[in-house]
């Protein structure tokens, strides 16, 4: 079945430094791909999201890169600060599925 | 614009005991869903509603129900309460089926 999943379930990273956080997902179907950012007490936000036909999306300070290849999705957080800290979960959705399936979180730290 | 808001924000509940967590949105979206939110579980699908007068079950439907009130409003239903479903439940809507969610601040249940 389908899955999405982590590599590290947890990052820790200094003030100003770029963030790399990084999933693979194991459905060569999904057409849809989402990161969320989920500070704690509140709900997933949505960061991101990017579709199977493009490999490369940037937002303000974020982007997103899709290797289709490889199955691999990564969240890149340019000069991370500390209102970064979060865990942050990739989502995918195969082409034609009814949901978003969630992966565990990564727990994104900031060291000052 | 508000969001989602859902209701209670935090709720205990003895064994046995009912009780309806309330959801709205005020984005005109047309698709509402529950999750629940567990340690090393990831965010899992009880139900959600595709439109205004359907409901379906998700990945974790067992003990729940659910009512798309309207447009705008989706409830979920604890008929008899179990410690099993203490967890973190998040409502969220989406524009069309399977679109990028918007989630609520979540409801904290425990249930003893």
């Known amino acids: 079945g389908e899955s999405v999943g982590l590599h590290l379930p947890t990052l820790s990273v200094q003030e100003g430094d770029n963030s790399i956080i990084n999933c693979a997902y194991s459905?060569?179907?999904?057409?849809?791909f989402i990161w969320y950012k989920q500070e704690s007490g509140k709900g997933p936000q949505f960061i991101i999201d990017?579709?199977?036909?493009?490999d490369k999306r940037q937002g303000q300070r974020v982007t997103v890169l899709l290797n289709k290849t490889v199955k691999h999705l990564s969240l890149q957080i340019a000069a991370t600060q500390p209102g970064d800290s979060a865990v942050y979960f990739c989502a995918e959705k195969g082409q034609g599925a009814q949901k978003l399936v969630f992966g565990q979180g990564t727990r994104l730290t900031i060291n000052p | 614009n508000a969001g989602v808001t859902q209701t209670p924000k935090f709720q205990v509940l003895k064994t046995g005991q009912s009780m309806t967590l309330q959801c709205a949105q005020d984005m005109n979206h047309n698709s509402m869903y529950w999750y629940r939110q567990d340690p090393g579980m990831g965010l899992r699908l009880i139900y959600y509603s595709a439109s205004e007068g359907t409901t379906d079950k998700g990945e974790v439907p067992n003990g729940y129900n659910v009512s798309r009130l309207n447009k705008r409003e989706f409830s979920l239903r604890l008929e008899s309460a179990a410690p099993s479903q203490t967890s973190v439940y998040f409502c969220?809507?989406?524009?069309?089926?399977?679109?990028?969610?918007?989630f609520g601040s979540g409801t904290q249940l425990s249930v003893l």
């Open positions: 459905n060569s179907a999904s057409d849809y």
């Open positions: 969220a809507s989406s524009e069309d089926w399977g679109g990028k969610l918007f």
């Open positions: 990017i579709r199977s036909n493009m």
